[in-house]
T-cell receptor, first 113, second 112 residues
Framework: EAQVTQNPRYLITVTGKKLTVTCSQN?????MSWYRQDPGLGLRQIYY???????DKGDVPEGYKVSRKEKRNFPLILESPSPNQTSLYFC????????????FGSGTRLTVV | KQEVTQIPAALSVPEGENLVLNCSFT??????LQWFRQDPGKGLTSLLL?????REQTSGRLNASLDKSSGRSTLYIAASQPGDSATYLC???????????FGAGTTVTVRA
């Protein structure tokens, strides 16, 4: 089944403790991206990657890092999480042409206390 | 900057009624438009994708239309069921780099 897999689904952590949210897709998509969803603010893009070793900032990149060492994986790294990063996070992928639209993962609910 | 607006923000209907969800966007230079469904706290499920050259797409009880020149799309859900209760998001892909811009969503409740 074609899908984007995120782990973990739920995560509670403390301020300042580094964490990584993993994202993997099995569709051979070149493009991958991370979004966060907050009440009243909707979905906002954090980072995206056009291909292996090519990443760029989205609309709200502060406090996040990403890497793209393999085509299928695009982890999101929070090196020093803060409470304002409590959110619902989504990973998404698509082909570079975008012709078939985006496929989203099931989401990661992150709480930073 | 692309602005995407969805009206109404919330909708409550009795089972069996047809649903009409509206999406408008400010920049007509789009590549495609995608409708998603989101259950509370869950992921986004793609419902329909309309290319900029198309006028509509259909899947089962769902039909989505696109009028690019006026910056509007409408999602129709026929004969609604309680299982259709969810938030429906409209997302527009920009034509030059395919970046997605999302609307805030319409939360639908179908009463049994």
């Amino acid at each position: 089944e074609a899908q984007v897999t995120q782990n973990p689904r739920y995560l509670i952590t403390v301020t300042g403790k580094k964490l990584t949210v993993t994202c993997s897709q099995n569709m051979n998509h070149e493009y991958m991206s991370w979004y966060r969803q907050d009440p009243g603010l909707g979905l906002r893009q954090i980072y995206y990657s056009m291909n292996v070793e090519v990443t760029d900032k989205g609309d709200v990149p502060e406090g996040y890092k990403v890497s793209r060492k393999e085509k299928r994986n695009f982890p999101l790294i929070l090196e020093s999480p803060s409470p304002n990063q409590t959110s619902l996070y989504f990973c998404a992928s698509r082909t570079n042409t975008g012709a078939y639209g985006y496929t989203f993962g099931s989401g990661t609910r992150l709480t930073v206390v | 900057k692309q602005e995407v607006t969805q009206i109404p923000a919330a909708l409550s209907v009795p089972e069996g009624e047809n649903l009409v969800l509206n999406c408008s966007f400010t920049d007509s230079a789009i590549y495609n438009l995608q409708w998603f469904r989101q259950d509370p706290g869950k992921g986004l499920t793609s419902l329909l994708l309309i290319q900029s050259s198309q006028r509509e797409q259909t899947s089962g009880r769902l039909n989505a239309s696109l009028d690019k020149s006026s910056g509007r799309s409408t999602l129709y859900i026929a004969a609604s069921q309680p299982g259709d209760s969810a938030t429906y998001l409209c997302a527009v892909s920009r034509s030059n780099d395919y970046k997605l811009s999302f609307g805030a969503g319409t939360t639908v409740t179908v009463r049994a």
